[in-house]
């Protein structure tokens, strides 16, 4: 008699076992919906930032009258917003079962808003020379070089950035953005033809190009990084 | 790959937790009731103490069986000095006055030691009790009591930790009281495959029928071995969570290591010996399911071991790549989520399972407690010996498991 009512309780519990756990899947299937959502919600953002920037120059340009201190905090603003969306893509990317291609789509879109933000800079540099210098960093997935060179870049453009005045409040330099880009991401053609133009070795990822044409393949550190930055600002 | 692995661990964690809370309300009276005694229900009984180089504690053992409550002419108590080279057998023939008997052997291990006290025993009852065991005054009237049935073949009581003084102690502690609640879950579906020798109480006849304990030295579990052996026969074993007996632990961590790693290798010896019983629907809920889950347990112990190092060496990779090479300063290290992303980084198909199993967890924990009478130590050391015990001790036993497996594979000689 027991025995039955053994047998049908191990039954009810494994029932009770699907369903607990299904609740945690379902949930989790609600939450990607919703994580990709935040991370669309900035690049729309982002998009809208970027477009309206875009305008607010050729606007100023046909005028004649392209002022620096105008142009900064939108591209400061931009540059932010876009460290927000790779933040966010490798925060949720990670733990969605769901929304694989949605994350892979918004990776792509990242990718291209990070390359359109790049051409950004280069005409913004025509007329506002040394304000912003870019770093396009290749990197590869799960592997140990590519997230030390990652780690190194965080601190070296935190300090960097932190440390743009002197003691007389006077600009010493300007800032640097650096624009990561998965280097064996093989879903956009145009990741290979920057990565060819640049002549990038995608068995020597990680790889930096640093201010648009100083190009180094393999793990930089800060010192390195130091002495080319004060190469860049001397040009 | 690993994350499928910690999915399969979730969900049978999951399970698991279900069916134990589930047994625990299914059970309800059973478990919790608390017996009347018959007190006209007064067995005859032999106490067998099997000895070896004890003169520590052996006094203190052959005094707690002096003192229960239970009439005089009804049990006497045999002491078998295994071979001792200390003063074991001097300190038992103390007790000679009081009627204890003390029988000399060559140290042939703790079966032979049991089996010549056996051998003598006329009464109905046969107890072995650990030379380092002290029963409670009324365990023995109350443990009795299931004999009453006469398909209980053996039965045991739940084991106090005597030395608790120490965190490695403590932490000890919570791992006997968790084993009092599920051999009372695993004795309430017939399951139960232990009978520890610190109280262990068995049916003189049945123990003879069943050929007496295993003398093979290669069996460092003897207690593990006639309780599978009485299974394998049918028998029935029943667990008396209310009958109390105090041991003495291991207070090192040395001691304990050694400890876990004998008790592990007697099981796999064990699980060999009887792997006929292991998915054989003859032995219904514990060879179909009981043997070959603790089976998984052991897997599941060692697999999320290896799964939470691997996390934790991603860590120190993380702090490495970061502070030394980086050379990031430390207040940089905590990424600072707001509560939407914080409740957005939560992975649910993992953390409802787990949540679930630590608050049934918890709550057997708790029952355990209740049902056994011993009150919640709450002092800042005992709190500190449960964060180790659920933190550190699953690794240790992680370790131990491996370390046992790799012995019996390598076919290392057994040690007590």
Same mark, same amino acid.
């Given at each position: 008699?027991?025995?039955?009512?053994?047998?049908?309780?191990?039954?009810?519990?494994?029932?009770?076992?699907?369903?607990?756990?299904?609740?945690?899947?379902?949930?989790?299937?609600?939450?990607?919906?919703?994580?990709?959502?935040?991370?669309?919600?900035?690049?729309?953002?982002?998009?809208?930032?970027?477009?309206?920037?875009?305008?607010?120059?050729?606007?100023?340009?046909?005028?004649?009258?392209?002022?620096?201190?105008?142009?900064?905090?939108?591209?400061?603003?931009?540059?932010?917003?876009?460290?927000?969306?790779?933040?966010?893509?490798?925060?949720?990317?990670?733990?969605?079962?769901?929304?694989?291609?949605?994350?892979?789509?918004?990776?792509?879109?990242?990718?291209?808003?990070?390359?359109?933000?790049?051409?950004?800079?280069?005409?913004?540099?025509?007329?506002?020379?040394?304000?912003?210098?870019?770093?396009?960093?290749?990197?590869?997935?799960?592997?140990?070089?590519?997230?030390?060179?990652?780690?190194?870049?965080?601190?070296?453009?935190?300090?960097?950035?932190?440390?743009?005045?002197?003691?007389?409040?006077?600009?010493?330099?300007?800032?640097?953005?650096?624009?990561?880009?998965?280097?064996?991401?093989?879903?956009?053609?145009?990741?290979?033809?920057?990565?060819?133009?640049?002549?990038?070795?995608?068995?020597?990822?990680?790889?930096?190009?640093?201010?648009?044409?100083?190009?180094?393949?393999?793990?930089?550190?800060?010192?390195?990084?130091?002495?080319?930055?004060?190469?860049?600002?001397?040009? | 790959?690993?994350?499928?692995?910690?999915?399969?661990?979730?969900?049978?964690?999951?399970?698991?937790?279900?069916?134990?809370?589930?047994?625990?309300?299914?059970?309800?009276?059973?478990?919790?009731?608390?017996?009347?005694?018959?007190?006209?229900?007064?067995?005859?009984?032999?106490?067998?103490?099997?000895?070896?180089? *004890?003169?520590?504690?052996?006094?203190?053992?052959?005094?707690?069986?002096?003192?229960? +409550?239970? &009439?005089?002419?009804?049990?006497?108590?045999?002491?078998?000095? +295994?071979?001792?080279?200390?003063?074991?057998?001097?300190?038992? %023939? !103390?007790?000679?006055?009081?009627?204890?008997?003390?029988?000399?052997?060559? =140290? /042939?291990?703790?079966?032979?030691?049991? =089996?010549?006290?056996?051998?003598?025993?006329?009464?109905?009852?046969?107890?072995?009790?650990? #030379?380092?065991?002290?029963?409670?005054?009324?365990?023995?009237?109350?443990?009795? !009591?299931?004999?009453?049935?006469?398909?209980?073949?053996?039965?045991?009581?739940?084991?106090?930790?005597? =030395?608790?003084?120490?965190?490695? *102690?403590?932490?000890?502690?919570?791992?006997?009281?968790?084993? #009092?609640?599920?051999?009372?879950?695993?004795?309430?579906?017939?399951?139960?495959?232990?009978? &520890?020798?610190?109280?262990?109480?068995?049916?003189?006849?049945?123990?003879?029928?069943?050929?007496?304990?295993? *003398? +093979?030295? =290669?069996?460092?579990?003897?207690?593990?071995?006639?309780?599978?052996?009485?299974?394998?026969? /049918?028998?029935?074993? #029943?667990? +008396?969570? !209310?009958?109390?007996?105090?041991?003495?632990? &291991?207070?090192?961590?040395?001691?304990?290591?050694?400890?876990?790693?004998?008790?592990?290798?007697?099981?796999?010896?064990?699980?060999?010996?009887?792997?006929?019983?292991?998915?054989?629907?003859?032995?219904?809920?514990?060879?179909?399911?009981?043997?070959?889950?603790?089976?998984?347990?052991?897997?599941?112990?060692?697999?999320?071991?290896?799964?939470?190092?691997?996390?934790?060496?991603?860590?120190?990779?993380?702090?490495? !790549?970061?502070?030394?090479?980086?050379?990031?300063?430390?207040? %940089?290290?905590?990424?600072?989520?707001?509560?939407?992303?914080?409740?957005?980084?939560?992975?649910?198909?993992?953390?409802?399972?787990?949540?679930?199993?630590?608050?049934?967890?918890?709550? $057997?924990?708790?029952?355990? /407690?209740?049902?056994?009478?011993?009150?919640?130590?709450?002092?800042?050391?005992?709190?500190?010996?449960?964060?180790?015990?659920?933190?550190?001790? &699953?690794? $240790?036993?992680?370790?131990?498991?491996?370390?046992?497996?790799?012995? *019996?594979?390598?076919?290392?000689?057994?040690?007590?």
């Amino acid at each position: 008699m027991k025995e039955r009512y053994v047998r049908h309780m191990l039954v009810t519990s494994f029932i009770a076992a699907i369903v607990i756990f299904s609740s945690g899947v379902m949930i989790g299937w609600m939450f990607d919906g919703l994580r990709t959502d935040e991370v669309l919600n900035i690049i729309k953002n982002n998009e809208l930032n970027s477009e309206s920037y875009n305008i607010e120059q050729t606007f100023l340009e046909n005028v004649d009258n392209v002022d620096c201190t105008i142009m900064t905090p939108r591209i400061e603003t931009i540059s932010k917003e876009l460290g927000e969306v790779g933040q966010e893509l490798q925060r949720y990317g990670s733990i969605s079962d769901f929304k694989k291609s949605d994350f892979d789509y918004l990776k792509r879109k990242y990718f291209l808003m990070e390359i359109k933000f790049y051409n950004l800079i280069y005409r913004y540099q025509e007329t506002c020379k040394g304000e912003y210098t870019p770093i396009l960093y290749f990197y590869k997935v799960d592997d140990d070089t590519s997230e030390t060179q990652g780690y190194i870049l965080d601190e070296f453009v935190r300090r960097y950035n932190d440390d743009t005045e002197n003691e007389n409040g006077e600009t010493k330099h300007g800032k640097i953005v650096v624009l990561s880009i998965d280097g064996l991401y093989d879903k956009d053609p145009l990741i290979k033809t920057i990565m060819s133009t640049y002549e990038i070795d995608p068995e020597k990822l990680p790889a930096l190009i640093i201010d648009y044409d100083t190009i180094r393949h393999g793990l930089v550190d800060r010192e390195e990084l130091e002495n080319i930055f004060n190469i860049v600002l001397h040009k | 790959m690993l994350e499928y692995i910690m999915l399969i661990i979730a969900f049978v964690g999951l399970y698991l937790s279900i069916i134990w809370i589930n047994l625990l309300f299914l059970g309800k009276e059973e478990i919790e009731e608390k017996k009347k005694i018959d007190k006209s229900y007064l067995p005859e009984i032999t106490f067998a103490i099997p000895a070896y180089n *004890e003169e520590k504690t052996i006094a203190g053992t052959i005094q707690s069986i002096l003192d229960i +409550d239970y &009439p005089k002419d009804r049990y006497e108590i045999i002491v078998v000095d +295994d071979g001792s080279t200390d003063n074991t057998a001097k300190i038992a %023939e !103390q007790y000679k006055k009081y009627g204890v008997k003390v029988i000399k052997t060559k =140290n /042939h291990g703790k079966g032979h030691a049991l =089996n010549i006290a056996l051998k003598r025993s006329k009464k109905e009852l046969f107890t072995c009790v650990d #030379a380092d065991s002290y029963i409670e005054k009324e365990s023995v009237k109350i443990i009795v !009591q299931n004999f009453m049935n006469k398909k209980v073949s053996g039965c045991s009581s739940s084991i106090f930790v005597k =030395n608790n003084s120490k965190i490695i *102690e403590k932490m000890q502690v919570f791992e006997y009281m968790y084993a #009092a609640i599920f051999r009372k879950l695993f004795a309430f579906i017939g399951c139960l495959f232990v009978t &520890p020798g610190v109280l262990s109480i068995y049916r003189t006849e049945d123990l003879k029928e069943a050929g007496m304990f295993d *003398e +093979d030295r =290669n069996n460092i579990t003897e207690d593990l071995e006639i309780a599978m052996r009485l299974q394998s026969l /049918h028998k029935y074993i #029943a667990f +008396d969570i !209310q009958s109390i007996t105090y041991t003495t632990i &291991p207070d090192t961590l040395k001691k304990v290591i050694r400890q876990r790693i004998r008790w592990f290798r007697g099981y796999i010896y064990n699980a060999r010996k009887y792997r006929h019983m292991h998915l054989n629907k003859d032995y219904e809920l514990l060879g179909l399911f009981i043997l070959p889950l603790n089976i998984a347990s052991v897997i599941i112990i060692i697999s999320s071991t290896i799964i939470i190092w691997s996390g934790i060496l991603d860590g120190f990779k993380y702090i490495y !790549q970061k502070a030394i090479i980086a050379k990031t300063p430390l207040y %940089e290290f905590i990424d600072i989520l707001t509560l939407k992303q914080m409740i957005l980084t939560i992975d649910f198909k993992i953390s409802i399972p787990l949540t679930v199993i630590t608050l049934a967890g918890l709550y $057997l924990l708790y029952k355990s /407690h209740k049902i056994t009478g011993k009150s919640i130590d709450i002092s800042a050391k005992s709190i500190l010996a449960f964060i180790l015990f659920i933190v550190v001790y &699953p690794w $240790l036993l992680a370790l131990c498991w491996t370390y046992s497996l790799i012995l *019996e594979a390598k076919g290392s000689k057994r040690e007590w």
